[in-house]
Every structure is written in structure tokens, then in C-alpha cells.
């Protein structure tokens, strides 16, 4: 049974920095990637990053280029570091994985996360 974690969410201020984890258990073997969504209320699920758990590319949404990085994972961990942070970024902030080839789509994810939420007070 695949399960996904996601921690170190929280409230912040505009400027702020933040570094989420997502870690994963039962994954059946290397060839899953994994991407972080977020989704702010009244809003759809919204694609922010990807790359595979056994490391290598990591692909980026534009909007959030250059403020937030994705680290390659290590012993089955991912963190989401999140830089400069506005009130727009205040979302539940999801991880996701999917057999194959990074995705970034919501209905091409298999397994989610809780999800964590991240609060950005102006």
C-alpha cells in the first residue's frame, strides 16, 4: 500500500520562507514519480513541480519558477522549499505519485497525501 506524508505546514508571514517534506512508504519500485499540487480555497488543484523518487529532472509550473525548488529525493523524502511567499500561495499543499514519466495532472496522480496546510498572512 503506497502512502504519502506531507508535513511542515503552517502560518507564516508575506516574505517568508517555508520548506515542506512528502515522504513516501510501499512504493513497489523506483520507476514512480511524484509531484506537489496545491489547491486554495474555492480553487481547483493546481500543478507547482515533479521528478522522479529515484532522482534526476525536476520540472517546474512557470508561476512558481525561481521562488520555490524541489530537492531530488532521498530515502524516499521530497521537500517542496518555498521562498518569498505571498498571501496567494496561502493552499493545502499536496504531494502525489503516479507510476512513470513526472506528470502533471491531477488525474494522472495514483496515490495522494493529506495534505499540509500553508497560510500566508499579508
Known amino acids: 500500500q503506497v502512502q504519502l506524508v506531507e508535513s511542515g505546514g503552517g502560518l507564516v508571514q508575506t516574505g517568508d520562507s517555508l520548506r515542506l517534506s512528502c515522504t513516501a512508504s510501499g512504493l513497489p519500485n523506483r520507476s514512480f514519480s511524484m509531484a506537489w499540487f496545491r489547491q486554495a480555497p474555492g480553487k481547483e488543484r493546481e500543478y507547482l513541480a515533479a521528478?522522479?523518487?529515484?532522482?534526476?529532472?525536476i520540472y517546474y509550473a512557470d508561476y512558481v519558477k525561481g521562488r520555490f525548488t524541489v530537492s531530488n529525493a532521498k530515502n524516499d523524502t521530497v521537500y517542496l522549499q518555498m521562498n518569498s511567499l505571498k498571501p496567494e500561495d496561502t493552499a493545502v499543499y499536496y504531494c502525489?505519485?503516479?507510476?512513470?514519466?513526472?506528470?502533471?495532472?491531477?488525474?494522472?496522480?495514483?496515490?495522494w497525501g493529506q495534505g499540509t496546510q500553508v497560510t500566508v498572512s499579508s
Open positions: 502525489a505519485t503516479t507510476w512513470g514519466a513526472p506528470a502533471r495532472t491531477v488525474s494522472a496522480m495514483e496515490y
Open positions: 521528478t522522479m523518487w529515484s532522482g534526476g529532472n
